[in-house]
């Protein structure tokens, strides 16, 4: 991931609008589900309060947090996540947005405990390869943080045991679509297990993926003469 920052403001208010996306996409329900997002130049984050639903929250509700989990701003208790997403921070500095979902399919392959494989390219593009099951930990707790780092090693995505899916990115609204696009591929791979049995890309497979992704995906800045 490429590091790349967003300053205070512009935080509190991308968070709003993530969550509200967040609940019309079916990922979460009423105050479920948490998201966070990096601070540039700064050694703090900012979190979506805990309790508040989405349909109610504003930028005003958002609490900066230093990565001590200290509260720097802010009137409410930040997210009872909070050990999670900073543990995910100081273990990859090169994330700079949490979001955590409920989304049904990924949740209930997290009840069977059972990880996505590498079974969808867009899958692979986005999270880096398939999606493994973080151990079951209660939530808001130490342990369940470290289990969701371990979990994540160097992904984009993992599901937490009997509770949900974390998505991360380098924006808000990067770690949410990784989040859709993980509900989208557990549900795709509890269909194709009704329909036979699915067909996984191999590790060769999907590290050519990643490095024609590299190469040709997107728009590419070139020099007009």
């Not at 921070?89 to 955590?100: E, K, L």
Request: aromatic content about 4%; charged content about 20%; hydrophobic content about 40%.
């Amino acid at each position: 991931m490429v590091a790349v920052g967003i300053e205070v403001e512009q935080a509190k208010e991308k968070l709003v609008e993530i969550g509200q996306r967040m609940v019309q996409s079916g990922l979460v329900m009423g105050a479920w589900g948490n998201l966070s997002c990096r601070i540039a130049g700064e050694n703090s984050i900012v979190i979506t309060p805990s309790g508040i639903g989405y349909d109610r929250l504003s930028s005003n509700d958002m609490v900066k947090v230093d990565m001590d989990g200290k509260c720097l701003e802010g009137r409410w208790k930040p997210s009872s996540e909070l050990k999670m997403h900073l543990a995910i921070y100081r273990s990859r500095p090169g994330v700079h947005a949490v979001v955590h979902t409920h989304s049904p399919y990924a949740s209930a392959l997290a009840v069977a405990r059972e990880e996505i494989p590498p079974i969808l390219e867009e899958l692979v593009l986005s999270v880096g390869g398939g999606v493994k099951v973080a151990g079951y930990a209660p939530a808001g707790s130490v342990e369940l943080a470290d289990a969701v780092v371990t979990a994540l090693q160097e992904g984009n995505a993992a599901l937490l045991a009997n509770h949900g899916v974390v998505g991360l990115g380098t924006t808000p609204e990067e770690a949410f679509v990784v989040c859709q696009t993980v509900e989208k591929a557990a549900q795709v791979y509890v269909l194709a297990r009704q329909i036979g049995k699915p067909a996984i890309l191999s590790e060769q497979e999907v590290l050519e993926l990643r490095e024609s992704c590299a190469r040709n995906y997107g728009q590419k800045q070139e020099m007009i003469e």
